[in-house]
């Protein structure tokens, strides 16, 4: 985590260190979750920690700096400038929606400008952005990365959104398992036997509540009107009451769920309440033809006899049939406990922080690289899947090893044995006794200084020339030597100057050379645009010699 320990608000104050980072929906110092894991899950698919538990995030040296804003623009705007002031490189946004907003264009043009990548989620909608746009990811910046999410297969979500020119790229964003808060509680009723409701309720009233496996055949879930799911009973009043659980010292827990609903809208319902220490508190009421993923704070339920339960009620008749309604997946979250817990999530959202992840690690690489340079990287390295070809730019799926391969320009060593012995004479200029082939893309310079080209048991030759296709780029005059010469370059190349990545090595004879022509070539160090990262030919080619021998001729 990045520390916060010199942090500065969105305006450049001092605010005197904050616990890693800023919370402006509640506008304070430590930005803990206190309805959802949903940050929490990005955070370590970015950078969790290689710690033989859970999982690993794909830069796992990377600086999380968490900040929270409330679903509005304003602290949005907040949270982008904060980390403008805090230096951060790149921002995960995995959230968005279709109003566009001149003042989140202006905040993520002033992270733009401070050198930053802004990575955005496609959407969850499984629609085209080319129809209706999705904001931020389909703002027209050039360092914003828009993402869609992939399945195992390869193939697009069936919830991803996309588009030909607003979304970029694919990533993974389904069955994404990440880390989130410690789980006090937790039931997702795969572990009893239906119709049983478990160990961890109890119910009453009517009793009519139970367990039953409804979706895909196998995941259970925990239902109303077990017993007539597709038409329940009428005037029923049926509650499931949680065990207790402790809260004490809890302030920073929540209670997730997921639930849905098809019954009478005003006349059938399924409330949720809480017990505060001596009374029931209707917290939520659900009618009508719905379903939701909900969260709900508990800080004002720190006891140490916290309970939660469901109630079931219907009316007295029904005009038609009606399916019922379920929950399931029912967690306690405590979101600051040093135990750990881990979940599957899907989304563009989970797909976001593996491209956020990815520029984290390329810049942890490079340094030096700047966010276009990172963008292009990520955006050209990917593997091209036909299931993205017209709904991406790019129609590619991200692929770190690639992306990070091409970070490192490599050298080939290639032999030259198609001189004939026609072609060498005293006088002969510019035979070329071998080639450094050079691949890569991101590096800018190579430094020839460690490059020895030894030509042995010759004397009388007049010059040695680099050349970069036809282009001369370095001419050296050696001292002639009975018993050869070591030939050493120490002017460093600037590769942009190259049409061709190529080095092609010549001789030129003299009229009084004599001997027989060999040569060595070593390798050579690359400065790429951090001084220092090495190149070297491949492991078949290093310290072979490139020999050139003509047998027949006498110099």
Known sequence: MWSGLNCKDENGNPLGGCNYGYDYEDNDKTPLPTTSSHGTHTAGTIAAIKNNKGIIGVAPQAKIMAIKFGFNTASEIKDIDFAIQNGAKVINASFGGTTFSQTEFDAIKRFKNTGGIFVAAAGNDSTNNEN?????????????????????????????????????????????????????????????????????????????????????????????????????????????????????????????????????????????LFYNGTSWNIIDVFSGNNSDAKEYNLANYTMNNFQFKFIWITDESNPVSYTGCYVDNIKMIDSVSSGESYQYMNGTSMATPHVAGLAALIWGTKPNLTYTNVKNVILNTGDTLSSLNGKTVTSKRINAFNALTALTPTLTLVKNNTFVNSNISRGATQVKIGSYILTGTQFEAVDISSLKITLSNTSGYTNLILKNGDIPIANIIPSPSATGDVINFDTPLNIRKFNKKILDVYIDIGNNTSGTISSTMGNIVGTGVDTGSTITSPADAIGQTMTIVYSTITL
Request: hydrophobic share 30%.
């Open 132 to 272: 209706i746009h999705r904001y931020p990811s389909d703002y027209n910046l050039d360092n914003i990365i828009s993402v869609a999410a992939t399945n195992q297969s390869d193939n697009l979500a069936t919830f991803s959104n996309y588009g030909t020119t607003s979304v970029d790229l694919g990533a993974p964003g389904t069955n994404i398992y990440s880390t989130e808060g410690y789980r006090i509680f937790d039931e997702n009723f795969e572990n009893v036997t239906p119709p049983s409701i478990g160990t961890k309720f109890t119910q009453s009233g009517n009793n009519t509540w139970g367990t039953k496996s409804i979706i895909n055949g196998s995941n259970k879930v925990i239902i109303g009107d077990h017993a007539n799911w597709g038409n329940y009973q009428n005037n029923i009043f049926s509650t499931i009451e949680s065990s207790v659980i402790n809260l004490s010292g809890k302030p920073d827990s929540y209670l997730n769920f997921e639930y849905q609903c098809n019954i009478e809208e005003g006349y059938d319902f399924l409330g949720l």
